[in-house]
C-alpha cells in the first residue's frame, strides 16, 4: 500500500505543470500632470532629471523632456517616461537581493504632480487567461506591482528584487573597499592611460575591448570604421591627472571613477563628431567611444591588488 501511495505521489508531482522562472525583471517611472479628464488617453510629462541606482550606485541619469504619453488598457498603463530593465543593468548586477532607487527633480520644484513607479517580472512561460466569453490573453510577465504618489519637488522610489537570474561574477565577492591610498590613485591613472592609448591606428585593441559588449555588433562597426572615422576627424582620448581624476567609495568591492567635480574621465568635444560624414557613421563612432571611455568608470581590485575594470 505505502509503495501504491509513493507511486501515485510520484505520478501527481510530475504531471503538475513546471513553475515559470523569471528571467528578467522591468522597473518603468513616470512623473506627470494629473490629467482633468480621469479616463484621458494620454498624459504630459514633467521636465526634469532622473537618476537611477544600483545597489547605491548610479547606474543612469536622463533628462526628462514635456512630451505626452499613451495611457494603455483597462489597468490605465502609462508608457513609461525612465524603462530600466535588469537585463540592461549591467554586471553590477547580483545574483539573489539588490535594490533600485529612482530619484527625480524637477524642473519646476513648486509644481504639483504625480509620480508613477512600476514592476513587472519576466518569466520563461507564457500565462494563459480566459474571460468565460471565448477570449483569451496570453503574458509572459509575472508578478507585478505600482507605486503613486502626488507630490511636490524631488521624488524618491526605492525597491528590493531579486535577480536569481543575474551572473554571480567572482569580483561580486571581493573584499570591499575602505579607502584609496596615493600609491592606489597613481596606478589608476596608469590604468586609464593605457586604456586611452587603445585609440589609435589600426585600433585592433579597441576593437577587441568592444567585443566584451555583448549588445555590440561589433563585425559591423569595423565594416564601418567607425572608430576610424572619428580618429580622422581629429577625435583623441586623453586620460585624466591625478589631479583631475575623483574617486567614489561605495564600501563594496566596486569604485568609481569620475573627472573633478562629477565631470567626464575623458571629455569629447561632441561637436566634432558632425564632422563624420553621415549620421549613421556618426551614431557609430559616438557609441563606440562612449563604450569605451564612458564619462564614469567601475573598478575593482583583484586577490594580487591589481586594480581591473568593469566592463
Not at 527625480?104 to 468565460?132: C, H, I, M
Not at 477570449?135 to 531579486?162: D, H, I, L, M, Q
Not at 537570474?165 to 575602505?178: M, Q, S
Request: glycine share 6%; proline share 9%; aromatic share 10%.
Amino acid at each position: 500500500m505505502r509503495t501504491l501511495f509513493l507511486v501515485f505521489c510520484l505520478l501527481f508531482a510530475f504531471s503538475l505543470p513546471a513553475t515559470a522562472a523569471v528571467i528578467n525583471i522591468e522597473f518603468n517611472f513616470t512623473p506627470y500632470f494629473a490629467p482633468a479628464d480621469p479616463n484621458a488617453k494620454q498624459v504630459d510629462t514633467i521636465p526634469g532629471k532622473a537618476v537611477v541606482f544600483l545597489n547605491n550606485q548610479m547606474l543612469a541619469e536622463q533628462e526628462l523632456e514635456k512630451r505626452d504619453l499613451p495611457v494603455l488598457f483597462e489597468e490605465r498603463q502609462i508608457s513609461p517616461a525612465v524603462w530600466v530593465p535588469a537585463s540592461s543593468m549591467g554586471p553590477g548586477l547580483r545574483k539573489g537581493m539588490n535594490n533600485i532607487r529612482v530619484e527625480f527633480t524637477p524642473a519646476n520644484p513648486t509644481q504639483p504632480y504625480l509620480a508613477r513607479f512600476s514592476w513587472s517580472e519576466v518569466t520563461d512561460k507564457e500565462t494563459r487567461t480566459d474571460d468565460g466569453a471565448g477570449r483569451s490573453t496570453a503574458t509572459n510577465y509575472g508578478g507585478t506591482g505600482k507605486e503613486e504618489r502626488p507630490v511636490k519637488g524631488k521624488v524618491v522610489f526605492e525597491r528590493g528584487f531579486t535577480a536569481d537570474f543575474a551572473v554571480d561574477r567572482a569580483w561580486h565577492h571581493y573584499p570591499p573597499i575602505t579607502a584609496v591610498s596615493p600609491v592606489d590613485k597613481s596606478s589608476l591613472v596608469v590604468l586609464l592611460k593605457e586604456r586611452a592609448t587603445l585609440f589609435k591606428p589600426n585600433f585592433a585593441a579597441a576593437y577587441k575591448l568592444l567585443e566584451k559588449q555583448p549588445n555590440l555588433t561589433v563585425p559591423a562597426m569595423k565594416k564601418a570604421k567607425c572608430l576610424e572615422n572619428a580618429y580622422k576627424v581629429g577625435i583623441r582620448v586623453k586620460a585624466p591627472t591625478p589631479e583631475q581624476l575623483e574617486t567614489v567609495i561605495f564600501n563594496s568591492p566596486e569604485l568609481l571613477l569620475q573627472g573633478k567635480g562629477g565631470s567626464p574621465l575623458h571629455p569629447f568635444n561632441r561637436a566634432a563628431f558632425e564632422k563624420i560624414k553621415g549620421d549613421e557613421n556618426q551614431m557609430c563612432a559616438a557609441m563606440a567611444l562612449f563604450t569605451l571611455y564612458p564619462p564614469r568608470l567601475i573598478v575593482v581590485r583583484n586577490p594580487a591588488g591589481k586594480w581591473e575594470v568593469v566592463e
